[in-house]
């Protein structure tokens, strides 16, 4: 079966840090861009970043921007969001996803979703 | 960031119901939109792209529209396993300031 795991979702007190994963299985990671994407409590879809498929190429919603990192190791199949001094405001189910390339703009949406892990962030 | 506005944020329709979703975005985004349908405790999927391109094993009662800064996303016969909440997602500034709009929610009266 093809599909997205994601996992490192916790509890964390402000201005911690935590690592989020997501592995693939049924695909070859290396093949595509992969993205984050968040959702707080009740709340709608946020884009967080996204990394492609060799991992020179990252790109940050401005309000995480110097505080997460994204990376991957395609040996192991694997997208990583590793997030520091974490806030209130960055609670949410975070998304890994899969960009789908459907034409020669460069332009991508999402064709394959994790089932996404929780960030809590509180005191 | 370009802004998309949907509208309405609530609406409950009847099975069998024609639907229609709107989404508006702040400046002219071409073609490059897409719908997602997220349904309670599940992650969204893809409807549509390129605002009008139906994704694979999505039925074919879902339609979308538009060009530009006005969007549509129509249900011609709305079901029961439709009930969600639908987002629409801007992605002309990509890979940078990809939004989304704000949902709608759909109800099966």
């Known amino acids: 079966e093809v599909q997205l795991v994601e996992s490192g979702g916790v509890v964390v007190q402000p201005g911690g840090s935590l690592r989020l994963s997501c592995v693939a299985s049924?695909?070859?990671?290396?093949?595509?861009?992969m993205h984050w994407v968040r959702q707080a409590p009740g709340k709608g879809l946020e884009w967080v970043s996204l990394i492609s498929g060799d991992g020179y190429t990252t790109f940050y919603t401005d309000s995480v921007k110097g505080r997460f990192t994204i990376s991957r190791d395609n040996r192991i199949n694997s997208l990583y969001l590793q997030m520091s001094l974490l806030r209130p405001d960055d609670t949410a189910l975070y998304y890994c996803?899969?960009?789908?390339?459907?034409?020669?703009?460069?332009?991508?949406?999402?064709?394959?979703w994790g089932q996404g892990t929780m960030v809590t962030v509180s005191s | 960031d370009i802004q998309l506005t949907q509208s309405p944020s609530f609406l409950s329709a009847s099975v069998g119901d024609r639907v229609t979703i709107t989404c508006r975005a702040s400046?002219?985004?071409?073609?490059?939109l897409a719908w997602y349908q997220q349904k309670p405790g599940k992650a969204p999927e893809l409807l549509i792209y390129a605002a009008s391109t139906l994704h694979s094993g999505v039925p074919s009662r879902f339609s979308g529209s538009g060009f530009g800064t006005a969007f549509t996303l129509t249900i011609s016969s709305l079901q029961p396993e439709d009930s969600a909440t639908y987002y629409c997602?801007?992605?002309?500034?990509?890979?940078?300031?990809?939004?989304f709009g704000g949902g709608t929610k759909v109800e099966i009266k």
């Open positions: 049924g695909l070859t990671l290396n093949q595509y861009t």
């Open positions: 996803v899969k960009a789908y390339y459907y034409d020669g703009s460069g332009r991508a949406v999402y064709d394959m």
């Open positions: 400046q002219g985004i071409s073609s490059y």
């Open positions: 997602q801007q992605i002309n500034t990509y890979p940078r300031g990809l939004t």
